[in-house]
């Protein structure tokens, strides 16, 4: 079954479906061109097509994006400690 190798040790199978370590991500702008303006809604199988994979490690809680598809490397993405992952409010350029 395939899997990655997370920096922290664990391994992380991404061969099962559904995978509960798999997450799928679409943008806003990608989502809001397959909606259906008529009926509101998504078709599923071209959601399905245009979302990009992710595995979240168990362990860890790192993620790890398929940004291009499985056949490229990963990006992963490192959650920050609790307390010091609030955005900055957003400043006025008028204030
Ligand atoms: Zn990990």
């Known amino acids: ?10 391994r992380v199978s991404y061969g099962s479906i559904p995978n509960s370590a798999e997450w799928l991500i679409v943008s806003d702008v990608d989502f809001d061109a397959l909606t259906d303006p008529a009926t509101d809604t998504v078709p599923t199988e071209d959601l399905f097509n245009q979302m990009k994979h992710a595995l979240l490690c168990p362990h860890c809680g790192r993620l790890w994006v398929y940004w291009n598809g499985f056949a490229a490397d990963p990006q992963p993405y490192s959650p920050e400690p609790q307390g010091t992952s609030r955005p900055h409010p957003k400043e006025s350029p008028h204030a």
């Open 1 to 10: 079954m395939p899997a990655i190798l997370c920096h922290c040790g664990e």
